[in-house]
């Protein structure tokens, strides 16, 4: 309404300045009362107005509209390609062939320098191993006893329920075998970055032959685009043909990135599977449920949507006029 | 309608029967469509799971 009415007013003043004064004259005689409006200062008026409102709206643009970035893009680091992960889809579970390569991958490969310190060995039993495979593994690593009789704590083979070793004994001596950089915990990684597996997978795979001309690659660091500051202390890990694949899949880079990537994704959301299995339960059950109560509202709203009141009006006998 | 009148006396008339009746078919219910819903969720991701590429390596390790 308002606007609509703005709109008009706006246009009788064009058409003012456009048809001359005269129509104006006319209009403001038949409006004003008394008072002469010279049509020139109208139209300088209706001018500065506007040209107010404009500058002030490009004033509070210019001041609070666009985002204010603190780092440079290259500071951001490069987006992550979106791709399509099979296992992000609604109703689509972990490809388990994929987890077993990623797991090869990860202990291949990241595993000398990046622990996975929140899955257990029994966290593969059932998804990724057998239950043999998965005691055998346990055992190639030795874990502190409990303290025996005499305070002693003693070293056993691992179990089951022991969680995965870390390459190094603390930080400091991960920082110190990697320049003064610490590879960090693999765990949660695709839940604790932005882009999650896009961003793993195109970090894994982005590291061009050489830095562009004119990129600053500080002392120890590789140049990586899709890494916020571009310059990260891991070096590229994935060549192709690096790890000899068990199913026979060849291990191209973007292969074992694709499948760690999923692997990681897995390590850090075990869960997935079953989530979204009880989702689609969910999402059937209750999509009946809505449509059972639409139906029995429609069915109890029925007879009230589709009466009429009619008005008869009382004869006029009937009726008493009060005078 | 007769039949109808016996299944109102069996099983909705007393209230334990009543009560019964809706335990028995909540149980039913859940396990049917449980089954049925898992059968639909190993379809949509058939090959996927680990119980499908399962067998390869139970297999190899008794060879071993």
Redesign the interface.
């Known amino acids: 309404m308002f606007a609509r009415s703005g709109l008009r007013s706006t246009q009788r003043v064009f058409a003012g300045a456009r048809n001359g004064a005269i129509n104006v004259t006319k209009r403001a005689a038949s409006t004003s009362s008394g008072a002469e409006a010279s049509p020139v200062r109208l139209n300088i008026a209706a001018a500065a107005s506007t040209a107010v409102a404009i500058g002030s709206i490009a004033w509070y643009y210019h001041l609070y509209g666009p985002t204010a970035h603190a780092m440079t893009p290259a500071e951001e680091g490069l987006h992550a390609t979106k791709y399509p992960w099979v296992h992000q889809q609604w109703?689509?579970?972990?490809?388990?062939?994929a987890l077993?390569r990623g797991f090869q991958v990860y202990r291949e490969v990241c595993a000398a320098c990046h622990s996975l310190q929140r899955v257990p060995y029994r966290a593969f039993v059932?998804?990724?191993?057998?239950v043999?495979?998965a005691k055998a593994m346990a055992e190639e690593n030795e874990y502190d006893t409990e303290p025996n009789d005499q305070g002693e704590i003693e070293k056993r083979p691992g179990k089951l329920s022991d969680y995965l070793p870390a390459p190094y004994k603390n930080d400091e001596a991960a920082r110190f075998a990697n320049n003064g950089a610490l590879p960090p915990d693999l765990s949660l990684m695709v839940k604790a970055r932005h882009g999650g597996c896009d961003y793993i997978f195109s970090l894994l795979t982005g590291y061009p032959d050489e830095p562009p001309a004119g990129a600053q690659v500080g002392a120890g660091l590789n140049f990586n685009p899709y890494f916020p500051g571009t310059g990260i202390a891991m070096a590229r890990v994935l060549y192709d043909d690096l790890v000899d694949y068990e199913d026979g899949t060849r291990a191209s880079t973007s292969q074992m990135a694709k499948d760690v990537t999923e692997f990681l994704n897995w390590a850090a959301e075990p869960e997935m599977?079953d989530r979204k299995?009880t989702g689609?339960?969910v999402l059937?059950?209750t999509s009946i449920l809505f449509a059972a109560t639409v139906w029995v509202k429609r069915y109890k709203w029925a007879y009230l949507k589709s009466r009429k009141i009619a008005y008869a009006p009382p004869k006029d006998a009937n009726v008493q006029h009060r005078q | 309608m007769a039949q109808l009148g016996t299944v109102y006396n069996l099983f909705f008339r007393r209230n334990y029967a009543m009560l019964a009746t809706v335990f028995t078919t909540a149980f039913a219910w859940e396990m049917l469509?449980?089954n049925t819903?898992?059968k639909?969720?190993d379809n949509?991701?058939k090959g996927?799971?680990?119980k499908?590429?399962?067998q390869k390596?139970?297999q190899g390790?008794d060879d071993e």
């Open positions: 109703f689509k579970t972990f490809d388990h062939q077993r059932g998804t990724i191993l057998t043999d495979e599977d299995r689609l339960k059937v059950v | 469509y449980d819903m898992n639909v969720w949509i991701n996927r799971q680990w499908d590429i399962r390596y139970i390790a």
